[in-house]
C-alpha cells in the first residue's frame, strides 16, 4: 500500500488545496493576529491563566464539588477583560477561523472515504452540526 507522502498526486492537490487556504482566507490578517498574541507576553500570560481557572472550575464541576460563586465571578471578570483585549480577540478569531477550516477539510476527507466518491452539499445535510455535536437541530 502507497503512503500518502509516496502517492505524488494526493501531495500535489494537498499542496494546491494548501496554496488556496493561504489565498483565500486572507492569511496574512489570521498570520498577524496570531504573532501579535505570540509577541505579546502580558495577553499569553492572562490567556493561560483564564485557561488554568477554567480547567480547575471544570474539574470540580466534574467531581460535584461545590463552586465558590466568588471564583465564578473572578474567572468572569477575567474573561471579560480579557476578550476586551484586541490582540486577544484577534487571536481567538484567527483560531476560530483555522478551526472552521481544519473542521471542513476533514469533513470533506471523512466524507469521501465514507461514500467512496467525492461528497455533495446534500450528503452533508444530516440535520447536525457534524459529528458528536449533540446539538439536535
Known amino acids: 500500500m502507497e503512503t500518502i ?3 505524488e498526486a494526493i501531495l500535489q492537490k494537498t499542496r494546491e488545496l494548501c496554496q488556496a487556504i ?8 489570521i498570520r498577524r493576529q496570531v504573532d501579535a498574541f505570540l509577541a505579546d507576553e502580558g495577553v ?10 477554567g480547567a480547575m472550575l471544570q474539574h470540580k464541576q466534574q467531581t460535584g464539588a461545590p463552586l465558590d460563586m466568588t471564583e465564578i465571578a473572578d474567572f468572569e471578570k477575567r474573561r471579560e477583560s480579557f476578550l476586551g483585549n484586541p490582540v486577544a480577540k484577534g ?4 483560531q476560530q477561523i483555522m478551526h472552521q477550516v481544519q473542521e471542513s477539510v476533514s469533513q470533506y476527507v471523512a466524507k469521501t ?17 457534524g459529528h458528536g ?3 439536535s437541530h
Open 5 to 7: 507522502t509516496e502517492n
Open 22 to 29: 493561504i489565498v483565500e482566507l486572507d492569511f496574512q490578517t
Open 44 to 53: 499569553k500570560a492572562q490567556y493561560q491563566d483564564l485557561s488554568d481557572r
Open 91 to 94: 487571536f481567538l478569531d484567527a
Open 113 to 129: 472515504f465514507e461514500l467512496g466518491r467525492l461528497p455533495l452539499a446534500e450528503d452533508f445535510d444530516h440535520g447536525s452540526c
Open 133 to 135: 455535536c449533540g446539538c
